[in-house]
């Protein structure tokens, strides 16, 4: 039967997101009914919203969701109803990437998450629609379209977590702060003696600075032009903090790495003139990794004979290499511990402040905004 319930509807690019009556469709096979707790407000929301990133109108955003399961589809095997759950990206599972147990690189990621393929269609298919006009409302942003009270969710999406979690707190881990931590956790894996510089202290930026502090890296570096969250980052591990506005930025950073620059560098803003300042800010043989997604069409801002000369390498990644269900109760397991502190960035806003809750993150008062329904 299908499911009566709210969610944030954006109905038109660059259009604000209203909370709308909506009817959902029934859960295919592989896809799970949830009562969504909380979801985490990402850039990404905004920037799908705003025509960034293509998308089908009208749409439900929200991919950082947390809630309880309600109903399982027919093939469904990770959930059974009354599961708490964290949700993150969406994967096809069976691609060569999926079965070497790396998700995050499915062949099939820019379709099952920004494209709304949902279990078993084949392109857009509406999750749903308007109560008050009958016109299609498309879901499955991220597997899930979590800015609802209730989501039809991509089993792909849905990690299990014990009875009692902190679904509010924790709804972020789905995706921004697993990005950053992930960067160095599961990728670049760093030794004590190394050094990196984070770009940009919104949740990636955070999650890569604890993932960092958490390595006990030698020097820990970040960049950013809001001096209170500077100033968070030093109380949180940070050994120099530089704001991007500085004319002497490079050399703060050189002189911070024994003059040569970082071994590493997190660049988490999006924005190319930042990716060629982290460009310029590591060593010979450094490394640059991109986390932040700026939507496509922007190029890469450097030389390559310069990449060549000085040995450097210049890479991307999505979702920090993450294997959510393996990677997510790790996280959860460093904030229990006091090392990936969620709650000294995050606010929890009700639903009907979504508003108020999207202008505290594009002020920068917020770093992560959290939706609760």
């Not at 490394?287 to 390498?313: E, R, W, Y």
Request: charged share 15%; proline share 6%.
């Amino acid at each position: 039967m299908p499911t009566r319930t709210q969610a944030l509807v954006v109905h038109q690019v660059g259009a604000p997101a209203l909370l709308t009556d909506v009817e959902l469709a029934d859960p295919e096979p592989n896809e799970v009914l949830i009562r969504v707790t909380a979801s985490g407000l990402c850039h990404t929301d905004n920037l799908v919203q705003h025509g960034g990133i293509p998308s089908a109108f009208p749409a439900i955003f929200g991919h950082e969701g947390a809630g309880r399961v309600e109903a399982v589809g027919s093939a469904v095997t990770r959930v059974q109803e009354g599961d708490s759950v964290l949700l993150s990206f969406a994967t096809c599972g069976e691609c060569a990437y999926c079965k070497a147990d790396r998700p995050a690189g499915c062949s099939l990621f820019w379709d099952k998450n920004f494209m709304r393929v949902r279990s078993t269609a084949v392109g857009d298919e509406p999750v749903g629609q308007a109560v008050a006009t009958g016109d299609a409302v498309y879901g499955s942003f991220f597997g899930q379209s979590a800015f609802a009270r209730h989501a039809v969710v991509s089993e792909s999406s849905v990690v299990k977590v014990p009875q009692g979690t902190d679904l509010v707190q924790l709804a972020p881990l789905g995706c921004g702060l697993q990005s950053g931590a992930g960067a160095l956790l599961n990728q670049l894996k760093p030794a004590e003696n190394d050094s990196v510089v984070v770009f940009g202290l919104g949740a990636v930026g955070f999650g890569a600075l604890w993932a960092a502090a958490h390595l006990k890296l030698r020097t820990i570096i970040v960049v950013d032009l809001v001096p209170s969250r500077l100033d968070l980052a030093l109380s949180q591990g940070a050994t120099h903090a530089f704001s991007g506005s500085s004319p002497t930025l490079l050399d703060d950073i050189r002189a911070a790495t024994g003059g040569i620059g970082a071994q590493y560098a997190i660049e988490a803003t999006g924005v190319a003139r930042v990716l060629r300042t982290a460009w310029e800010a590591i060593c010979n043989f450094g490394h640059v990794l991109s986390v932040g997604n700026p939507g496509p069409g922007t190029n890469a801002p450097f030389d390559i004979n310069d990449q060549v000369n000085q040995s450097k390498t210049w890479s991307g990644l999505a979702e920090g290499a993450s294997n959510p269900p393996i990677f997510i109760p790790q996280l959860m397991r460093l904030h229990e511990a006091g090392a990936f502190p969620v709650e000294t960035i995050s606010r929890a806003y009700p639903v009907e402040q979504y508003e108020e809750a999207l202008a505290a993150m594009k002020s920068g008062k917020v770093i992560k905004p959290i939706i609760t329904f």
